[in-house]
Nanobody, 126 residues
């Protein structure tokens, strides 16, 4: 059974940094796409960053240059390093994994993803 569990959320001031972690257990697909999404109040859930098995990444325009996604298959862990945080980055962040092999570089920010974590809250104050 695939399970995802996020950690690392919290409250920071604008300009600060956070590192989110997502432990992916029971997941055999080290070459498939993993992603981070966020849900901001009043908006639909949006893809933030994605990474494929070759560690090729893609990002939403709103976070390019500030966020970095990475994966450590040996530790079954996905990361999201967030720098220069802004109040508009506030939301619940979810990690996601797919159970099928589709082109992550083209569709990583939309999916489809089959497995989701429970979410971790990130709050950025001005």
């Amino acid at each position: 059974q695939v399970q995802l569990s996020e950690s690392g959320g919290g409250s920071v001031q604008a300009g600060g940094s956070l590192r989110l972690s997502c432990v992916v257990s029971g997941y055999p697909y080290t070459s498939y796409c993993l992603g981070w999404f966020r849900k901001v109040t009043g908006k639909e859930r949006e893809g933030v960053a994605a990474i494929d098995g070759d560690s090729i990444t893609n990002y939403a325009d709103s976070v390019k240059g500030r966020f970095t996604i990475s994966r450590d298959n040996a530790k079954n862990t996905l990361y999201l390093d967030m720098n220069s945080l802004k109040p508009e980055d506030t939301g619940v962040y979810y990690c996601a994994a797919t159970g099928s092999n589709w082109p992550c570089r083209r569709a990583g920010l939309t999916g489809p993803y089959n497995y989701w974590g429970q979410g971790t809250q990130v709050t950025v104050s001005s």
